[in-house]
């Protein structure tokens, strides 16, 4: 068990649907990273909070959108979802942020768009 | 571009048998590198990190080394047994925020 925990772990949804992704990292863990896996893609980074600010970012669309709160949980909203969004979707916590540190992944979340 | 290449081949070998997977990178100056593995359906664990300026670094049965000429990292599993199968994933730090990973290679150890 990381410590990092994922809601919800499986999500079924329509096309043109939003759906909200909620991350909570480890004790003490400072940032949060979200990335998508998906079978053709490998594992895509997408965006990095750290202590409430955006600090990286990497293939996020502009339809994803993500927040980190003042207790440090964090929240990937996906909008008008399509068929290609199905992956999984992976938060990961590290204490700082920085590169070289452990990043601690959660369990994920199954998208399923249909 | 930046580009990170694993192993295409997925790979299956003996118990007992040394497994040795290749992370290659082009237009990048990492400082750090790391290995992950990952079990189906879970989320990456991760196993080591190398530094630039550290040729090997060993834990149990895992050996890593990182060639900073040749832009290649190996990542050795010793001894193996049927539980490291598993899919294994390099990921490179760049002296910024960013982590990028690699695609994987997966393991599987036959009995």
């Known amino acids: 068990d990381s410590g990092v925990t994922q809601t919800p772990k499986h999500l079924i949804t329509a096309t043109g649907q939003r759906v909200t992704l909620r991350c909570s990292p480890r004790s003490g863990d400072l940032s949060v990273y979200w990335y998508q896996q998906s079978l053709d893609q490998g594992l895509q980074f997408l965006i990095q909070?750290?202590?409430?600010?955006?600090?990286a970012k990497g293939n996020i669309l502009e339809r994803f959108s993500a927040q980190q709160f003042p207790d440090l949980h964090s929240e990937l909203n996906l909008s008008s979802l399509e068929l290609g969004d199905s992956a999984l979707y992976f938060c990961?916590?590290?204490?700082?942020?920085?590169?070289?540190?452990?990043?601690?992944f959660g369990p994920g979340t199954r998208l399923l768009v249909l | 571009s930046q580009k990170i290449e694993q192993n295409s081949e997925a790979l299956n070998i003996q118990e007992g048998k040394t497994a040795t997977l290749t992370c290659n990178y082009t237009n990048y100056s990492p400082a750090y590198l790391q290995w992950y593995r990952q079990d189906p359906g879970r989320g990456p664990v991760f196993l080591l990190l190398?530094?630039?300026?550290?040729k090997e670094k060993r834990k149990e049965r895992l050996k890593v080394t990182f060639d900073t000429t040749l832009k290649q990292s190996l990542f050795h599993i010793t001894a193996s047994q049927p539980a490291d199968s598993a899919t294994y994933l390099c990921?490179?730090?760049?002296?910024?925020?960013?982590?990028?990973f690699g695609a994987g290679t997966t393991v599987t150890v036959r009995a």
């Open positions: 990921a490179l730090g760049p002296n910024d925020y960013k982590l990028s």
């Open positions: 190398i530094r630039e300026n550290e």
């Open positions: 990961a916590s590290s204490e700082n942020g920085w590169a070289q540190e452990t990043q601690y």
């Open positions: 909070y750290y202590n409430g600010e955006e600090r």
